[in-house]
């Protein structure tokens, strides 16, 4: 099991940034790790994942943006999110795979609970 608890996330106007943050319980080092994020209405989408070989992978929305790390001694990933835009605005989740070199939608076996992210302008 991979229990994933999120935290971060709130509002802030447009140009502004936020962190979110996720611990997985579990060893998560052989598997892929990410965000995800729906807009009200909307579906989800792939925000970022990191595979198994520590290659990041961005959604081209958010490239030059959004940047993912990880913190192996603290077993923590964040997500720092910079130029916030209104279009930016949706519940993002933390994410992670049972395989360890791709994280696409169909891939995710453990979802985090998810927080609000509100970009005004």
């Known amino acids: 099991q991979v229990p994933l608890e999120e935290s971060g996330g709130g509002s802030v106007q447009t140009g502004g940034s936020l962190r979110l943050s996720c611990i997985p319980s579990g060893d998560s080092s052989n598997k892929c790790v990410g965000w995800f994020r729906q807009a009200p209405g909307g579906e989800r989408e792939g925000v970022v994942n990191?595979?198994?070989?520590?290659?990041?992978n961005y959604a081209a929305f958010v490239k030059g943006r959004f940047t993912m790390s990880k913190d192996s001694a603290k077993n923590t990933l964040s997500l720092q999110m910079s130029d916030l835009k209104p279009e930016d605005t949706a519940m993002y989740y933390c994410?992670?795979?049972?395989?360890?070199?791709?994280?696409?939608?169909?891939?995710?076996?453990?979802w985090g609970q998810g927080t609000q992210v509100t970009v005004s302008s």
């Open positions: 994410a992670a795979a049972e395989r360890g070199d791709r994280c696409l939608d169909n891939d995710i076996r453990y």
């Open positions: 990191m595979d198994n070989s520590g290659n990041i």
